[in-house]
């Protein structure tokens, strides 16, 4: 029977454990990563589009101002919907680092370092939990287990710089607070995470709403910890609307599907209103607080449907173009769910948070009283993270994050009973079963590697390549030297091409900027000479591909006879000029001859 310890929050041996466990981490992410980090080669587009962003911040735009004016610039820009506070610590460190390493530099070490602070800090509350709750060598696992996830380490490695390491920190400080002996304080905090959460990233409402669900079952388990709820949603209410102000200001009042807004403040203050009112007619029946739960819920449904009814049925990306979503959203890879996953990523995502679940239930069933309820809640706030999950898998970080606790104890569990047994054919089998744990994916890797490669369409050494192979930067010098204008390119090069040069782009992967995006696509897919027209109608410069890039290859596998399809085969049409770069980029670029207006008649 395990029994309650909640040890000191911050002990000096708990943190020299966590800071060596995560030492050894930096140091071989800093090894791995290497060439990319020298070479600037990001992990995803957004990474790049988010210094594009610090950049112009640092560089005078409005704080209030979150336009990339420099995509769709013939129709004034996109608004992006990503939220200021991300970045706050990356212009930070920038600002405090450029007097003594130049700006270049400063801006390096802030986008190698603010991941790993972040990967730092969530490390620390995922170890504090086991911590506080079941001992030192479970601290010491968790951080080993989260050392060895691959979805959480990609979210929290060097160079990645957009807002999903913070999501991560802000689940795992919203369960750190369930551990609080203050009813109070520990509720405030859970409101407050959240609020920031939904002010980062509005994807986290589903697991938001699964936390206030259980803190609602506290109160209907015990009347006496209906604080938790009510002083929860009191917090998020308060702090959204802060926080709105802070980042949003008054000056767009629009309703966006993306990000908090007027409506997502309206449906916390009406939860807020409604449980403070219920809370203070307890003691009550429980038809009563039942009737409030649903007044509450049901109210700030209405409310969305009522104010924002696309946003109640379809979310962010209800808006788009049906030739966006399909030949875009639809290959987001990240963003669909598990079973569009190659086997080893959904073997990644999947195992550890399940065995976790596992784990949870049986660490409920062993504890009694307080440590029985927490244990209890835990379990049922990472079945609900597992299941978004299942649905998008980037939110898999935030249920591998949650994973690692209870994972933590299953493994010592494991390792206690591996340690008591006698024959080794046994204890080598069960060492296996406890490498599988940690390390999913690895055997069906083996089994990958193990078997025949098949031949692309194009040939072994013709398959497509990610955006970071094709070596844009490398061609900044020639970009410099061009007039500057609106360059035509694929969506996953675009962000770097505006980070090497100040030329313009038609568009990139954001969904606030899909009628551009459906301009690009229908483009590439179209024949050539309508390619021309639509250029020469937005006055665009140049076009810029990579021939072997896999989203060149997919408008190449949907038209074969369209523009990039063209390009992708090297048949360039007469109208563009090759632009010699001089250096082996992979990238192809050319300028686009200006229409000539036929003669006047006489």
């Known amino acids: 029977m395990l029994i309650e310890r909640r040890r000191k929050a911050f002990a000096g041996e708990f943190l020299i454990r966590v800071t060596i466990a995560w030492g050894v981490v930096c140091a071989l992410l800093l090894l791995v990563n290497w060439s990319a980090i020298s070479t600037l080669r990001f992990p995803d587009p957004d990474d790049t589009l988010r210094l594009i962003q610090v950049r112009d911040l640092m560089a005078g735009q409005g704080w209030f101002d979150t336009s990339q004016y420099r995509i769709d610039a013939a129709n004034g820009g996109v608004l992006m919907h990503w939220s200021r506070l991300v970045d706050v610590p990356l212009a930070l460190v920038i600002l405090l680092l450029t007097p003594f390493l130049g700006s270049a530099d400063a801006e390096l070490s802030a986008l190698v370092a603010v991941p790993l602070i972040t990967l730092f800090i969530a490390m620390l509350l995922a170890a504090r939990i086991a911590w506080r709750l079941m001992g030192d060598e479970e601290a010491t696992l968790t951080s080993l287990v989260i050392a060895l996830s691959v979805p959480l380490l990609f979210?929290?490695?060097?160079?990645?710089?957009?807002h999903h390491g913070w999501q991560v920190v802000c689940a795992l400080v919203a369960v750190n607070a369930l551990m609080a002996r203050s009813a109070v304080v520990g509720a405030r905090v859970v409101g407050a995470s959240l609020a920031t959460w939904l002010s980062i990233s509005i994807e986290g409402l589903p697991l938001a709403a699964a936390i206030l669900g259980v803190l609602a079952l506290r109160w209907l388990r015990a009347r006496n910890e209906r604080v938790?709820?009510?002083?929860?949603?009191?917090?998020l209410a308060v702090t959204s609307a802060a926080l709105f102000l802070l980042t949003r200001g008054l000056s767009d009042l629009a309703v966006y599907c993306d990000a908090v807004g007027p409506v997502h403040l309206g449906m916390f203050a009406w939860g807020a209103l409604v449980l403070t009112a219920v809370s203070r007619v307890e003691p009550a029946p429980r038809g009563i607080i039942l009737g409030g739960f649903a007044l509450a819920g049901g109210g700030a449904l209405g409310l969305m449907f009522l104010a924002a009814p696309n946003c109640a049925t379809g979310g962010g990306f209800a808006a788009l173009d049906p030739v966006v979503a399909r030949y875009w959203h639809a290959n987001v890879l990240e963003g669909m769910p598990i079973w569009?996953?190659?086997?080893?990523?959904?073997?990644?995502?999947?195992?550890?948070?399940?065995?976790?679940?596992?784990?949870?239930?049986?660490?409920?069933?062993?504890?009694?009283?307080?440590l029985r309820r927490f244990w209890s809640d835990y379990a049922m706030i990472l079945g609900a993270a597992f299941l978004v999950a299942i649905?998008?898998?980037?939110?898999?970080?935030?249920?591998?994050?949650?994973?690692?606790?209870?994972?933590?104890?299953?493994?010592?569990?494991w390792l206690r009973s591996i340690r008591t047994m006698k024959r080794p054919a046994p204890r080598m089998?069960?060492?296996?079963?406890?490498?599988?744990?940690?390390?999913?994916?690895?055997?069906?890797?083996?089994?990958?590697?193990?078997?025949?490669?098949?031949?692309?369409?194009?040939?072994?050494?013709?398959?497509?390549?990610?955006?970071?192979?094709?070596?844009?930067q490398d061609a900044r010098a020639t970009l410099a030297a061009l007039p500057t204008g609106e360059i035509y390119a694929p969506l996953d090069i675009a962000p770097e091409l505006l980070l090497v040069s100040d030329h313009s782009v038609l568009a990139t992967g954001h969904h606030r900027g899909h009628e551009a995006m459906k301009v690009l696509i229908e483009t590439a897919i179209g024949p050539a000479d309508e390619a021309r027209q639509a250029l020469a109608a937005r006055g665009t410069a140049y076009v810029a591909l990579c021939p072997h890039l896999g989203e060149a290859r997919m408008y190449a596998k949907i038209a074969p006879d369209g523009f990039a399809a063209q390009l992708v085969r090297g048949e360039v049409p007469s109208w563009l000029d090759p632009v010699e770069i001089g250096v082996p980029t992979g990238l192809e670029l050319y300028r686009i001859k200006p229409v000539r207006s036929p003669l006047p008649h006489h």
Not at 391 to 413: H, K
Not at 443 to 466: E, H, I, N, Q, Y
């Open 429 to 472: 089998a069960a060492m296996v079963g406890v490498c599988c744990a940690l390390l999913p994916a690895f055997p069906a890797m083996l089994l990958t590697s193990a078997m025949p490669a098949r031949a692309s369409l194009g040939g072994a050494g013709d398959a497509p390549v990610k955006a970071v192979d094709c070596r844009v």
């Open 391 to 413: 649905f998008v898998s980037r939110a898999g970080a935030v249920a591998c994050a949650l994973a690692a606790p209870p994972l933590a104890w299953q493994l010592r569990e």
């Open 340 to 370: 569009r996953q190659s086997l080893t990523n959904a073997l990644q995502y999947a195992v550890t948070p399940v065995i976790a679940l596992i784990a949870a239930i049986n660490l409920a069933s062993r504890s009694h009283d307080w």
């Open 155 to 162: 979210q929290l490695g060097p160079l990645r710089i957009d």
């Open 228 to 235: 938790w709820l009510v002083a929860a949603i009191q917090s």
